[in-house]
């Protein structure tokens, strides 16, 4: 299992129009992804307008090489990307261990 964090910032006084874009976009787009697995989104309590979105691949090249190279990759970002006040940090992490 791939989790892949995004970093995101959006364009002040856009947290109530981005947190309905986000949540149709993973609902509607990232869910029919090959090897999606869910997803987690967190905002910012001391910086309002910063997100922290979560998404668990089943494996690292259906990020890098399905979604983000197929047709679902382009809707996505016209979905959310309106709202981008720079583009999101994105990185991916490998499970070393969780209790429960």
Known sequence: MILEI?????????QAAFE???Q????????RAQGF???????GIES???YILQIFWQTLEDHTV??????????????VGPFFA??????????VGMSA
């Open 6 to 14: 995004a970093d995101i910032r959006i364009a002040p006084g856009q």
């Open 37 to 43: 697995a869910g997803w987690k989104v967190n905002h």
């Open 66 to 79: 399905h979604f983000r190279g197929g047709p679902l990759f382009a809707e996505w970002r016209a979905i």
């Open 86 to 95: 720079a583009p999101p940090v994105v990185e991916h992490f490998e499970l």
């Open 24 to 31: 149709r976009g993973l609902n509607t787009v990232i869910s």
């Open 20 to 22: 309905e874009a986000i």
């Open 48 to 50: 309002p307008e910063r």
